[in-house]
Nanobody, 122 residues
Framework: QVQLVESGGGLVQPGGSLRLSCVASGDIYRIYAMGWYRQAPGKQRELVGT???????NYADAVKGRFTISRDNAKNTEYLQMNSLKPEDTAVYYCNVGARTGWGMSPIGNYWGQGTQVTVSS
């Protein structure tokens, strides 16, 4: 199995920045896509952005130009740099990865972190 632990959330004023981290651990053979999702109160979980293991990224329109996803494959870690934060960015942010475990013969599993709260408010 794969365990994901997010960190870096908190309270920030509008226009501020935060950097989230997500560390994957466990019986990992290889991590493929990594991504971030968020869920605001009363809303469905939505995609923030994803990155492949070759480093290509894609973002939701709502965060393009403000958020940047990066990853360190050697550390099984991904990051979400969030700049110019807005009150509407307030949500629980979840890390998501696709990974094979064990000897690499298993199907690619889909794993989620426990989430970290980001609150943008003055």
């Amino acid at each position: 199995q794969v365990q994901l632990v997010e960190s870096g959330g908190g309270l920030v004023q509008p226009g501020g920045s935060l950097r989230l981290s997500c560390v994957a651990s466990g019986d990992i053979y290889r991590i493929y896509a990594m991504g971030w999702y968020r869920q605001a109160p009363g809303k469905q979980r939505e995609l923030v952005g994803t990155t492949t293991n070759s480093g290509s990224t894609n973002y939701a329109d709502a965060v393009k130009g403000r958020f940047t996803i990066s990853r360190d494959n050697a550390k099984n870690t991904e990051y979400l740099q969030m700049n110019s934060l807005k009150p509407e960015d307030t949500a629980v942010y979840y890390c998501n990865v696709g990974a094979r475990t064990g000897w690499g013969m298993s199907p690619i599993g889909n794993y989620w972190g426990q989430g970290t709260q980001v609150t943008v408010s003055s």
